[in-house]
C-alpha cells in the first residue's frame, strides 16, 4: 500500500492505494497431452491447454491442466520470438495481421501437437494443492511460460 494509503472500501472499484500481491512459484513439467478448447469459445477448435506431468524440486508429483499462458511477461515474449524464428515464422508480420500471440500460440500448437509432447515447459503456478485422498498435486492457477530446450 501506499504509505499513507487509507483502507478503502469499495465492493464496486479497485483502489488505488492498496494492491494485492500473489506469491507464485515456476515448476518444469513434461507435456504429456493437449485437450481443445470449450465449445461456443474463442479457443474451440485451438489448443484449450496442456495437460502436464512432473515432479518438484521437493518430490512432490504433479498431475495437472495447464490452460493460461503468460503471454504479457517477459519470459514469454522472449521465447515466443526465439521460437517463431526457429520455425521460420515472421512473427511481426502475423501481430500486423491482428493475431495475438495467444492466438498464434494456441493455433500453432493445435496444429503441432506432436511437437509439444513429450517436452518440458516452465509453469508458473500460485501454489501446489492435493485434492483429499489424491495421491498427485495439480496446480493452481497455472500459466505456461515456456519450453525449456536446456532439459
Do not use: H
Not at 500500500?1 to 478503502?8: A, L
Not at 472499484?13 to 469459445?41: F, M, N, Q, S
Not at 498431475?63 to 512473427?91: E, P, Q, T
Amino acid at each position: 500500500k501506499t504509505v499513507n494509503g487509507k483502507y478503502e472500501w469499495n465492493s464496486k472499484k479497485r483502489t488505488l492505494t492498496w494492491a494485492k500481491w500473489k506469491p507464485t512459484i515456476d515448476v518444469d513439467v513434461t507435456i504429456v497431452g493437449v485437450y481443445e478448447g470449450k465449445v461456443d469459445t474463442k479457443n474451440e477448435g485451438r489448443l484449450g491447454g496442456f495437460l502436464v506431468e512432473g515432479e518438484d524440486e521437493n518430490g512432490n508429483k504433479i498431475k495437472s491442466r495447464c490452460g493460461g499462458f503468460k503471454v504479457n511477461s517477459k519470459k514469454f515474449k522472449d521465447w515466443i520470438a526465439v521460437f517463431a524464428k526457429s520455425k521460420g515464422i515472421a512473427l511481426q508480420k502475423i501481430y500486423d495481421s491482428g493475431v495475438s500471440k495467444d492466438e498464434f500460440f494456441r493455433t500453432y500448437a493445435w496444429k503441432n501437437q506432436d511437437e509439444f509432447i513429450g517436452q518440458t515447459c516452465m509453469i508458473e503456478t500460485q501454489e501446489l494443492s492435493k485434492a483429499e485422498g489424491s495421491e498427485t498435486f495439480a496446480l493452481r492457477f497455472p500459466q505456461f511460460m515456456m519450453l525449456r530446450d536446456d532439459k
